[in-house]
């Protein structure tokens, strides 16, 4: 009778464990979808599409596409990376997590957008020259930087370009396009020059919203006989006073337009205000 007892205790323990109901697996989390990486010329900007019980999402970088280190565990979508360097491509991946579990990885790449504009000092001959703007070579007067400069011939084209212009000419002109890495009041230095005092002025278009009317006739004051040398100046709206651009950092473009044929620019350069 005893065995019996034990035995029956012994299957209704089997029993009970057996009845038992497992653990639930945890919760499956989705990848982050429509994960992206915009570059900029500064930062690469990322982001991607929260996902359902997720508690945060881990971001991670590589330059080679193998071996990645993490670069920010986040409870946000999305993440500004400015430690890039142009000319690296850049593979980031993501995923989400919680406490239980975590997704499976989602990559893409980016790279910085390279700048296509120059330095804040340029040579003329280095300028987009639309229309009847020539690059000259001063073999004569010997003074303009790097043997070159820009200019509408006198006379050139008869019957096309006016030897003066009342307003900025669409058709002739020089566009130089400079990258600004420090946002702050700017002066346009130049080196210019011409035969008389009545080849002495552009017309001058700063990002498409600010046109001035450039003379540099009081060279003539300033400086004896300057003419033809090429001679420093500051652009100045109707010859008085130097004008100040604040400019964002970023990109810019300035245009000197044809205004009096045969005014000459050797080069350019803009110029940071000292702060008062």
Same mark, same amino acid.
């Given at each position: #009778?005893?065995?019996?007892?034990?035995?029956?205790?012994?299957?209704?323990?089997?029993?009970?464990?057996?009845?038992?109901?497992?653990?639930?697996?945890?919760?499956?989390?989705?990848?982050?979808? &429509?994960?992206?990486?915009?570059?900029?010329?500064?930062?690469?900007?990322?982001?991607?599409?929260?996902?359902?019980?997720?508690?945060?999402?881990?971001?991670?970088?590589?330059?080679?596409?193998?071996?990645?280190?993490?670069?920010? &565990?986040?409870?946000?979508?999305?993440?500004?990376?400015?430690?890039?360097?142009?000319?690296?491509?850049?593979?980031?991946?993501?995923?989400?997590?919680?406490?239980?579990?975590?997704?499976?990885?989602?990559?893409?790449?980016?790279?910085?957008?390279?700048?296509?504009?120059?330095?804040?000092?340029?040579?003329?001959?280095?300028?987009?020259?639309?229309?009847?703007?020539?690059?000259?070579?001063?073999?004569?007067?010997? &003074?303009?930087?790097?043997?070159?400069?820009?200019?509408?011939?006198?006379?050139?084209?008869?019957?096309?370009?006016?030897?003066?212009?009342?307003?900025?000419?669409?058709?002739?002109?020089?566009?130089?396009?400079?990258?600004?890495?420090?946002?702050?009041?700017? #002066?346009?230095?130049?080196?210019?020059?011409?035969?008389?005092?009545?080849?002495?002025?552009?017309?001058?278009?700063?990002?498409?919203?600010?046109?001035?009317?450039?003379?540099?006739?009081?060279?003539?004051?300033?400086?004896?006989?300057?003419?033809?040398?090429?001679?420093?100046?500051?652009?100045?709206?109707?010859?008085?006073?130097?004008?100040?651009?604040?400019?964002?950092?970023?990109?810019?473009?300035?245009?000197?337009?044809?205004?009096?044929?045969?005014?000459?620019?050797?080069?350019?350069?803009?110029?940071?205000?000292?702060?008062?």
């Amino acid at each position: #009778m005893k065995r019996i007892s034990l035995l029956l205790s012994f299957t209704v323990l089997v029993l009970a464990a057996c009845s038992q109901t497992p653990a639930p697996e945890p919760a499956v989390l989705d990848a982050p979808a &429509n994960f992206e990486a915009v570059p900029g010329e500064a930062s690469i900007s990322l982001s991607w599409d929260a996902v359902t019980d997720a508690d945060s999402y881990v971001l991670e970088k590589s330059t080679d596409g193998a071996t990645f280190s993490e670069l920010q &565990n986040t409870p946000g979508t999305s993440y500004a990376d400015a430690e890039v360097v142009a000319g690296i491509e850049y593979t980031y991946r993501v995923f989400a997590k919680n406490a239980q579990t975590e997704s499976d990885k989602v990559t893409t790449t980016a790279s910085l957008i390279a700048s296509t504009c120059g330095p804040l000092a340029q040579e003329a001959e280095d300028g987009e020259l639309n229309g009847a703007f020539v690059i000259e070579t001063d073999v004569a007067d010997g &003074n303009a930087s790097g043997g070159k400069y820009v200019h509408i011939p006198d006379n050139d084209k008869p019957g096309t370009v006016k030897d003066s212009m009342t307003a900025p000419d669409p058709d002739n002109y020089v566009s130089f396009c400079f990258k600004v890495d420090t946002a702050g009041d700017y #002066m346009i230095k130049t080196f210019v020059a011409g035969n008389d005092d009545s080849d002495d002025s552009f017309w001058v278009i700063v990002d498409d919203n600010k046109i001035i009317t450039y003379t540099f006739s009081d060279i003539i004051r300033r400086t004896p006989n300057p003419f033809p040398a090429f001679t420093e100046d500051y652009v100045k709206d109707q010859g008085v006073g130097d004008v100040t651009l604040t400019l964002a950092a970023g990109e810019h473009v300035i245009r000197f337009h044809h205004r009096e044929s045969d005014s000459r620019l050797d080069k350019l350069e803009l110029e940071l205000k000292a702060a008062n």
